[in-house]
């Protein structure tokens, strides 16, 4: 009896984690962070909806904290054995996992110190630092394109999945003792786009009984750009930012997007396609990741600069400390700026902000996919304030994004992608996307000749049989008695009043700010007040 359920990332983009049950070994497929609505970050501190204890192995198709980020709660909850992934993989988790149980730590300090203040319980860490050291210690690298046998009968083997540095999807071979029959299962993990630096593009086998595939970008096909568009986008947008005078902000994930940035500002600079202004890198873990990233220079596709040169043009300054981090903030002009957090919600990104976003001179550059309800999204909303650690700044700088720098395929990609896999005999399971990138992406297959009743698009927390051929689906655990996730309601994965709220309660600030009078003011207020009153 082969089982496959899907514990997270079915409906929604996070929370990556699938179970394997044949012949009574349990094989989990990433153990991903939920990010996103409060409801959705809410499933962080539920328990797992499985024995953590009985599971055997973990396989992990990449380092994004999305797919791995709860394996040092799995840790916690008493797993034991080991985490297959790729040796990039394992090198970018040596700083990422550190970096995470840091900020679950003083998460957990913040939110005690304030119910400490209310008479309210201490609250307990998802996970520590000691959990995340732990995790660390039960990897177990293998390398891409080869098999393994990580437990008796069961064969595994890494591809090149081209999304970020260590990638991979996930192939896996075992017969099932029930019905005697050889099952070939293929985990796309996240996938990346044909176009890319430093990775080729997602490849693999074909014939399969089943592909679990992601479907980030199922509904969205993007404008097809050559690294040499790009390069050309971001030189136009650097060379405005610095004639404006002020400095260029540049909200940046820690993890590929900046060094793809670092590589394609150094080649600009090299070839004097932009002035040699100062690039400050101002993240502790892009830094870390920016020296892994060095060590696998060897491996890297489309380099433009010796192996030696990569990430150190002399105009280049990586920050480490505070002090030296709190010194940006006296320059005044023409200075490139790269932080994270990517979408502009945490660490030292914020600071620069605060200093930069309401001079007129000074540009805030976006590079990355910014999620509704970031700060990120709320400054490219065109919004004329943003609150930043409790105040309310004005928006005055340029504000410009750059939309083709991405880690995914898109929609034509995820297609072909899947189409090169067949044939599928069993069936294609889509996750990792909303409902509708989901719905779009499985229309589409079917016109392409795919058997529409082959495509299934699992709920959260549904487990199929997978012994009969094709799925048989057995529900979702919500609707079986003792579920420890009953009460969880799909439809809380995209509905977000939170975000609704925030953004609302700025508009009222500006409404108020913009009225003719205190008597014009007043009367707002009235108008509100009578509404709650009606309910
Ligand atoms: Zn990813």
Not at 308 to 314: D, K, V
């Amino acid at each position: 009896m082969s089982t496959l359920s899907f514990f997270g990332a079915a409906g929604t983009v996070t929370g990556s984690c699938s179970l394997i049950e044949a012949n009574g070994l349990n094989v989990l497929v990433d153990c991903g962070l939920f990010q996103g609505n409060k409801a959705t970050r809410a499933l962080n501190y539920e328990p797992f909806p499985f024995d953590a204890e009985s599971v055997d192995l973990v396989l992990l198709t990449h380092a994004h904290t999305d797919h791995s980020g709860l394996l040092p709660k799995l840790v916690k909850a008493g797993f034991s054995g080991p985490i297959y992934c790729t040796e990039p993989t394992a090198d970018l988790l040596e700083f990422m996992m550190r970096d995470s149980a840091k900020i679950q730590e003083s998460e957990a300090e913040r939110r005690s110190r304030r119910n400490q203040r209310r008479g309210q319980d201490e609250v307990e860490p998802l996970f520590t630092m000691e959990h995340a050291e732990n995790t660390l210690k039960q990897l177990e690298t293998v390398s891409l394109d080869s098999w393994f046998e990580p437990a008796s009968g069961f064969h595994v083997r890494f591809q090149n999945a081209g999304h970020i540095l260590g990638s991979a999807s996930a192939e896996i071979h075992y017969k099932d003792a029930s019905s005697q029959n050889t099952m070939r299962l293929l985990f796309s993990g996240d996938l990346g786009p044909d176009e890319k630096s430093f990775h080729e593009e997602p490849g693999g086998d074909a014939g399969f009984d089943y592909v679990i595939c992601e479907s980030t970008y199922g509904d969205r096909e993007r404008d097809d750009y050559t690294l040499k568009q790009r390069r050309e986008a971001l030189k136009r947008e650097l060379n405005a930012g610095l004639e404006r005078g002020g400095n260029i902000v540049i909200p940046c994930f820690a993890v590929e997007r900046t060094q793809e940035l670092l590589h394609d500002i150094g080649v600009l600079m090299e070839r004097g396609e932009i002035p040699g202004a100062t690039v400050f890198l101002d993240s502790p873990l892009a830094r870390k990741v920016t020296s892994v990233f060095v060590d696998y220079a060897h491996t890297l596709d489309d380099i433009e600069l010796p192996e030696n040169e990569l990430f150190r043009n002399p105009n280049f300054r990586i920050v480490e400390s505070v002090d030296e981090s709190k010194a940006i903030n006296r320059i005044e002009g023409g200075a490139i700026i790269i932080s994270a957090s990517g979408m502009a919600d945490a660490g030292r990104i914020q600071h620069h902000l605060k200093n930069n976003i309401w001079k007129r001179n000074a540009t805030v550059l976006f590079v990355g996919y910014q999620a509704p309800g970031t700060t990120g999204a709320h400054i490219l909303s065109g919004a004329s304030d943003v609150r930043i650690h409790g105040k309310e700044f004005k928006i005055r700088a340029t504000i410009r994004r750059i939309g083709n720098y991405s880690a995914h395929a898109d929609q034509s990609e995820l297609i072909d992608w899947i189409l090169e896999r067949g044939p599928v005999v069993g069936g294609l399971f889509l996750n990792h996307g909303d409902n509708e990138a989901r719905e779009e992406l499985a229309r589409l297959l079917s016109e392409r000749g795919m058997d529409a009743d082959k495509i299934w698009m699992p709920h959260f927390d549904e487990s199929f049989d997978l012994s009969a051929g094709t799925p048989q689906s057995k529900g979702r655990a919500k609707d079986k008695p003792g579920s420890m996730r009953a009460g969880f309601d799909e439809a809380e994965l995209t509905r977000d009043w939170y975000t609704e709220y925030a953004s609302f309660s700025i508009d009222l600030s500006n409404a108020l700010e913009q009225a003719e009078s205190d008597t014009a003011r007043q009367e707002i207020l009235k108008r509100l007040k009578e509404t709650l009153e009606t309910k």
